[in-house]
């Protein structure tokens, strides 16, 4: 059965759609949806075939994600980070290697048993997520951690973390290494709770880590290989998922922005908000730039299903085009509704503000501008 029909048929769309307010509201992360996904299957959707999963590929990941973005946006990306610390997972472990904690990783979330998110982004070097402020310490078959992150998707609510820091015995900050680490394991903490903006559930929250001490074998890739896997495998399926994320939260505005104007009614005119040519006209241009960016969004899954070199490219693009494009999308639809979106009543205002969150995460969409220009001029984006 492809995802798409799987996630209209199977998934219980509507009951997380109908605990969004609540976790917007309460700040709560999405346990309950979560817990339903991992029974549906959700959990291993991009989970390689070699590992337990069924090998589900960028368009139906993508699909997938904006559905359930759409029901509830923090739900939605808290099930993104999950998906790029699988892909970027199983892209860490080499075809020969032994069976080992990464492993076991990967076939419990194949399972429905295992929640995955990174810990990347570091107080130091901000949304350069890339670059690595903390330096891992040498000690015997593994290292010994010390870093302070500084946001984490399902922070004190995953399973495990794919965590970075810097390779031992290298100042550069692009000399990095991931590890995969049990959220249980003594040295890491979460300070502070998640306050946001938007995407309120999602538990983005910082991290201290100290004097935590990883194996080799919990290791992604060789050593100070880090920086590779991040931009091989969690740059491009990041973007993915956030783009995804994106159309599904512009997606569920404007499907109540037109619900909110062909009902609202003129009773003293004997007409609805639909009948305003201005009303349909906002609808008209919101429809416009949401399905520019769903093409825009497959387009790009194609071209990383295929390995095609444009994907390149259309991944750096993808992130930024969709979130302005998500930003424009919701201010149509909040300006539909008028004064009556702006109250917390209704789904508008929320979206809205979940909308803003893609612009702010990392790699911003200022930054993503500069990258793209790079290289369209033929700089080095790093």
Not at 63 to 78: D, Y
Not at 99 to 105: I, M, Q, V
Not at 143 to 150: E, G, N, P
Request: contains cysteine; hydrophobic residues 45%; aromatic residues 4%.
């Amino acid at each position: 059965m492809a995802v798409q029909e799987a996630f209209s048929t199977s998934l219980p769309l509507a009951e997380i759609a109908s605990r969004a307010a609540a976790v917007d509201r309460e700040a709560r992360f999405p346990r309950e949806s979560l817990d339903e996904l991992a029974r549906a299957g959700a959990l291993g959707l991009a989970v390689p075939e070699r590992f337990g999963g069924p090998g589900t590929g960028p368009v139906d990941v993508a699909e997938a994600l904006e559905h359930v973005a759409a029901a509830c946006a923090s739900t939605g990306m808290v099930l993104v980070m999950h998906v790029v610390a699988v892909q970027t997972l199983a892209a860490g472990i080499a075809d020969d290697e032994p069976g080992g904690p990464k492993h076991a990783a990967l076939a419990a979330a194949a399972r429905g048993e295992q929640l995955l998110t990174l810990a990347y982004s570091e107080r130091g070097s901000r949304g350069h997520f890339w670059a690595q402020v903390s330096r891992a310490q040498a000690d015997g078959d593994g290292v010994v951690i010390d870093a302070d992150k500084s946001f984490a998707t399902s922070a004190g609510e995953a399973d495990a973390y794919v965590l970075a820091c810097g390779a031992p015995g290298s100042d550069d900050p692009l000399a990095t290494e991931l590890y995969l680490v049990p959220a249980a394991s003594v040295g890491i903490e979460v300070p502070a709770r998640f306050d946001g903006l938007g995407m309120r559930g999602n538990a983005s929250a910082p991290l201290r880590v100290r004097g935590l001490r990883a194996s080799h074998d919990q290791r992604l890739g060789p050593p100070a290989g880090g920086f590779g896997l991040m931009v091989e495998a969690t740059l491009p399926w990041f973007v993915l998922g956030s783009a995804a994320c994106c159309a599904g939260v512009a997606g569920a505005a404007l499907a109540a922005a037109i619900e909110h104007a062909t009902g609202a009614r003129f009773e003293h005119l004997g007409s609805t908000l639909a009948d305003v040519p201005g009303v349909r006209a906002r609808l008209a241009e919101a429809r416009i730039r949401h399905d520019q960016a769903r093409a825009h969004l497959y387009s790009v899954a194609r071209d990383i299903a295929a390995g095609r070199p444009e994907a390149e490219l259309g991944v750096l693009a993808l992130k930024a085009a969709a979130a302005e494009t998500a930003v424009a999308v919701t201010d149509l639809c909040l300006r539909v509704g008028g004064g009556a979106a702006y109250s917390k009543h209704g789904p508008l205002e929320r979206h809205f503000r979940d909308a803003r969150a893609a612009s702010v995460m990392a790699p911003t969409t200022d930054l993503l501008h500069d990258f793209v220009g790079k290289a369209l001029c033929g700089q080095d984006v790093f």
